[in-house]
């Protein structure tokens, strides 16, 4: 008969994981499962922080957490350190950030400009780089956009989150959806954040990580309205049907899995920013294998 000692030996060992992501409504409705703990973790145990993305991303650079979001803008700076999960990504399908102003704008005509951007690593800045290298960005914490453009302090700016679904309230236009310009130019749907891990971890514990994200994302589709109800806490003022569409919008079959076509998006989002100068290296996006 084995003895205790043997017994609590076979036993994996507890391991603590700092998992962080924002406090979107999209990312909310995503963790849920975890977040409540709704699943199984067996010998995991993960403590949750909610920030910014850009805040993320800019911690990801100093590698602070284990499981972290982050925008695909951040990936090459951190790619020797964490690896992407296959699964928690938030694309747009012909919609993305959407570029706003004051007044009908020509897209292509803010050579010189100034735009209000939601942070130098996020895609939303990448995406405008791409659209207009010579712009000149203004760095605005997301939630300030609107206004910021509103009042006239910049001539456009660069909207993420909710922000893509209440401007118009702000009494601004849309000069161009910057999802729908890269399907024009791809045929690809425009990656805009996903979730990595840190490669320092066992595989055994890379692959626990990856199937509990895709659990989590599929219990809160199979339970969308009690996840939607927690999402909504974090909606900044959405009502609840605005939330919904948010939600939907960026917690979809992408989600669960890249598949084929959203790996070759990330990989040519990340090659065309290389080739244009806006990013340091050209990198090859590797994912956890299940």
Known sequence: MASSQQLDAAKPQTLLLSLAHSPDSDDAFMFYGLATKKLTTGNLVFTHTLEDIETL?????????????ISFHAYPYLADNYILLP????????????LVARSPLDGHALQGKRVAVPGKMTTAYLVLRLFEPDCEPVFTPFDQILDVVARGVVDAGVTIHEGQLTYSASGLTKVVDLGEWWHQKTGLPLPLGGNVIRRSLDRRTL??????????????????????????QFARGLDMPT???????????????????????????????????VLPRRVVAEFVDL
Not at 91 to 97: A, C, D, I, K, L
Request: proline share 1%; aromatic share 12%.
């Open 57 to 69: 991303n800019q911690k990801a650079l100093q590698g602070i957490y284990d499981v972290t979001a």
């Open 243 to 277: 939330a919904d569409r948010f939600v939907a919008m960026y917690v979809n079959e992408w989600t669960l899995d890249y598949g084929q076509r959203g790996r070759e998006a990330v990989q040519t989002l990340l090659d065309r920013g290389y080739e244009k100068g």
């Open 207 to 232: 692959r626990a990580v990856a199937r509990l994200l895709r659990e989590s994302t599929q219990y809160s589709l199979d339970h969308r309205e009690e996840a939607l109800n927690y999402a909504a």
């Open 87 to 98: 699964s928690g990504a938030s694309f747009g399908e012909r919609y993305g950030p959407l």
